[in-house]
C-alpha cells in the first residue's frame, strides 16, 4: 500500500500493523502478483485513545502506542508479526455466528480481546529486540522478511537473503529471532502453513 506523502508499507504476509492517520491521506494498494486471484480476508480496528486509556485504567499507554502518538508523520505505525493465538481470534470473529443484538457483543468483546492480544506481543516483541538491534536493523529484517515472503515457493539461501537485506549472516539470524520470534525458515514453514489453513477454511466456507 502507498500513500499520498510517498510512504509505502507491506500489508498482510503474515504481520499486522498498529498506526494512527493523523491527516487525511490518499493510499493505493498495489496487489503483490503472487496474491492475484487469491482471497483476502481484512480486518480493522478502530478505537479512539481516550477509550482505550480508560479500558486500560491508566492516562499511559503501553510503549509502542505512545510513540505511535507521539511521531509526527502522517502515518505512523508499527508492525509486528502474527501468532497462533491472533490467528485464532481472527478466525472466531470472521466466523461469528451470533445474530441480532448479541453479535455486536461478542464482536465488540473479541475485538477488544484481538486488541489485547496485539498490543501485548507488541511490547514482547520489542522487549526482545531492543538490546540486540538499531533501527537500521530492524528496517533490513523486514526487508529479509518481506523477501522471503515473496519468493515463499523458491526461497533465497541465507547468504543470498542477507546479502539482499544488506546484512551478514550472524545478524540476519539472530536478528530475525530476535524480531519475529522464529529463525529464518522456521518463520517461513509457519507462513507457509498459515497460508494452507487459510486455502482449507476458504474451500470449507464453499
Not at 502478483?33 to 486509556?53: F, H, K, P, V, Y
Not at 481470534?89 to 455486536?104: F, K, P, T, V, Y
Not at 511490547?123 to 529479509?144: G, K, V
Amino acid at each position: 500500500m502507498r500513500s499520498s506523502d510517498g510512504d509505502g508499507h507491506l500489508l498482510g504476509g503474515g504481520t499486522f500493523q498498529i498506526g494512527q492517520v493523523k491527516k487525511p491521506l490518499r493510499l493505493v494498494c498495489e496487489w503483490d502478483a503472487s496474491a492475484l486471484g487469491q482471497d483476502q480476508d481484512n480486518i480493522c480496528l478502530t478505537i479512539d485513545g481516550r477509550r482505550l486509556r480508560e479500558l486500560l485504567g491508566s492516562k499511559v499507554l503501553p510503549a509502542p502506542l505512545e510513540r505511535i502518538l507521539a511521531d509526527p508523520g502522517a502515518y505512523p505505525r508499527a508492525t509486528q508479526a502474527m501468532s497462533p493465538a491472533l490467528y485464532r481470534l481472527l478466525d472466531e470473529i470472521l466466523r461469528c455466528g451470533a445474530r441480532g443484538m448479541s453479535r455486536q457483543l461478542y464482536l465488540e468483546a473479541k475485538g477488544l480481546e484481538l486488541m489485547a492480544a496485539m498490543i501485548d506481543l507488541l511490547e514482547e516483541s520489542e522487549s526482545a529486540a531492543s538490546p540486540l538491534l538499531s533501527q537500521h536493523d530492524i528496517d533490513r529484517l523486514e526487508r529479509a522478511r518481506h523477501i522471503l515472503l515473496a519468493r515463499m515457493a523458491d526461497p533465497p539461501a541465507l547468504p543470498e537473503l542477507a546479502r539482499h537485506a544488506g546484512l551478514n549472516e550472524v545478524k540476519l539470524k539472530a536478528g530475525f529471532r530476535a524480531l519475529f520470534g522464529a529463525s529464518v525458515f522456521a518463520y517461513l514453514r509457519n507462513h507457509r502453513l498459515d497460508e494452507a489453513h487459510r486455502l482449507l477454511r476458504h474451500r470449507w466456507r464453499r
